[in-house]
């Protein structure tokens, strides 16, 4: 595996191989040195031209528990100029050696595009509407650890402003392509023009569908997308598709209630139910660690043992 | 020890342990390669809610001669909402496996909250008006050096912007336990409403108090505070309550002058007394490293041998 | 040596040393494990007073490289107040225990007076429109690798925004001083204005001076400086000093493209030359890591065998 752009990229094979790296590397997380020498002597730059402190800083750990050198590289989207601006930035990472390029960027296709400009591996950390590929693999992983690997026939409900977010659009493609049934929940304008390609069912009543899920995943309301034209009213949302202590004990008992982060507790999710009994919301992060590290390690790994 | 939130939880065996290492560790940041592997594997995350690159910066050379992970997660105190923010912020944190969190933050008593949502040890920063207690701590590691251990009846005044000064505080607080007497000396508007609590008296009259001091501590006008409506002019204050040389002339030979920093040159000392040779500014820099490498030993280490 | 603040402090054998180290650098830059343990305990704060991602992740990468511990000391210039607040900064830093200060500062000569307040070393990684100067031997050492050590007779053009480049000044200075021919060829009010103490000619025709180049280097147009007094309009500055594929066709078939980025494509240089067959823009990027380590190396290094 030479770059990680989309969910697309992965087999089920490569799936398998990272949630068993995972596995490996949560175990060392865990250890009294959580610390090993994997990638010694690799340089990977975290070149964030979104502010995303939570995923860089996920990013950032796995790295130097695995002994790499990191290098930040936070860029305000406005003082890069579009197009020969970022291939510039891009060709002088490249030619100062680097091994790996963390990247999040405003525009679908970004990390795509830089793979034509630089030698370097590209980890897609987040493209624009696009895709979130290491979010849909910590989120897999997590549930296997609650429902075992097979997901054939897990109904998994992804619920909120579906439209924006790459986290759905990866969530949905790679769940889907695993054997899960996946229903986007949302209001008509929040929802994508073409679910099917997804993979994925959808439904404009979360009541109806909860009661039936193992998997309620939640989304971060994104005002700063397109909200002002195609979003109802906060409370309208909240009351019609937030999950609300109310509904969330219409819930199945061993439902897993998900969501990405960070919330707005109140909004897509009462605080309540995030923290509680349902939730593995803190083991999607501490599992964020793992999975970067094993997706670190397929792509820049030599091969040999590592832990 | 599991956190360091202010000095009231510092024993005097406390006090004595980090004077100790501090010792050991100044002695370490002198050698010719001034690293230690004491917190190899153990990752600290600096949480700067308020700008201070002198506070940061120390922490952070502290902890990486000590051969621990850093990683800086500056946030504008603007764009974190209150409450639930910082406690996502900080759950996240939590989640990704951290072994200390070194947090700034504009509200007194954001460490101490925090302490309730992570399992991670807590190192208070700095939190508004409240304390910075190892600022406490490398002020009295420097005075040690000069007078030895026991503070029993050294006399020290603490001069100027004393209400809004968490370092002035901590100070009064610290040096009291350990015997000193600590004068606060300001305008009346400048004074914090219940010195006594502090365990110290007050002046308004620098020059009638100076000539007795051992300790002569000034503090940074703090304009960016509430100093519109409580300060007198600069040129007032510099004229009843700034260290001048005029003023430094009349100081016990031996006395020591110090300062938190950044200094205002001018208004609160003249350049000429700071860098004057009663000054031990700089050794209170080059001692933050070292107490700060004893307070994270302190906290985070094995309890083996460290230097 | 212990600062390197401009060219000037540079012997000839100075250079000839640069050359070596960066050569065996360059190798280590090649290696699986591109790391040596060299610097293993120092510690080096990069300051820089002016946004610069290029030449800051360069020094850093050079710096983790050879196992230094790295600082980040970003400051916008508006925060920090001139004279003294930059002493009291650098003072904090040297208080510190720092080894070496990576600064880069609007002011020229900000560099050379930060040496009278610091035991530490400095190295200038620009100052105003003074020097560059490890920009220079990351030039001179690209040119040697494509035209050998002996640079006497070596006919150099620098070209466009010469006013209120220190590139081009550190470049012309160390140039000329090994024997090279340069000259400066901008339009009048862009000419700095005594080209003779640069040891440079000057010319207002690039299209008569540029069949006879060796070396054509192209400079930023930097509009955030003086510009919009005396700089032409873009499009003109284009047609008479751009180096256009036209122009480059008329360029020696040996002639090397360089240009110390980043790039205004399409205004100083025109993107199919920048990715031409002749340019060496992208070594110059590499080949600055492994300068950068050398000079590291000769200031802060024990002396013994490094690679």
Same sequence: chains 1, 2, 3.
Avoid: C
């Avoid at 949560?26 to 502010?51: H, N, Y």
């Avoid at 950032?60 to 970022?86: P, Q």
């Avoid at 510039?88 to 830089?114: E, K, L």
């Avoid at 009994?277 to 790994?301: C, F, H, Y």
Wanted: glycine share 8%; hydrophobic share 40%; aromatic share 4%.
């Amino acid at each position: 595996m030479k770059h990680l752009l989309s969910v697309d990229d992965l087999s089920r094979g490569d799936v398998e191989d990272v949630l068993d790296l995972a596995t490996s590397f949560l175990a060392v997380t865990k250890r009294d040195i959580p610390k090993v020498p994997a990638l010694r002597g690799k340089t990977i730059v975290s070149l964030f031209f979104e502010d995303s402190t939570r995923t860089r800083l996920s990013f950032e750990t796995a790295a130097k528990r695995m002994s790499a050198d990191v290098m930040t590289f936070s860029v305000a989207t406005s003082s890069v100029k579009k197009g020969e601006g970022l291939r510039d930035t891009v060709g002088t990472i490249s030619a100062m050696g680097i091994d790996a390029v963390v990247i999040r960027h405003s525009s679908a296709g970004a990390p795509q595009r830089v793979t034509e400009w630089i030698d370097a591996s590209i980890i897609n950390a987040g493209d624009g509407r696009h895709e979130h590929p290491t979010q849909a693999l910590l989120d897999i992983f997590t549930i296997t650890q609650h429902r075992g690997r097979d997901l054939s026939g897990l109904k998994v409900g992804i619920i909120g402003d579906v439209r924006n977010s790459r986290v759905a659009r990866s969530d949905a493609k790679l769940l889907t392509a695993l054997g899960a049934h996946v229903t986007l929940i949302a209001p008509p304008t929040l929802l994508p023009e073409s679910v099917e390609s997804w993979g994925a069912t959808s439904s404009l009543d979360l009541d109806s569908v909860l009661p039936e899920l193992d998997v309620v995943m939640t989304l971060r309301v994104q005002h700063e997308r397109d909200a002002q034209s195609r979003f109802p009213s906060l409370r309208e949302f909240t009351k019609r598709y937030g999950l609300t202590l109310e509904r969330a004990a219409r819930m199945r008992p061993d439902a897993l209630v998900m969501h990405p982060g960070p919330m707005n507790r109140g909004v897509e999710i009462a605080g309540a139910v995030a923290d509680g009994p349902s939730s593995v919301i803190d083991e999607q992060v501490t599992n964020g660690v793992a999975v970067r590290m094993a997706v670190l390690w397929k792509i820049l790994g030599s091969g040999g043992d590592v832990v």
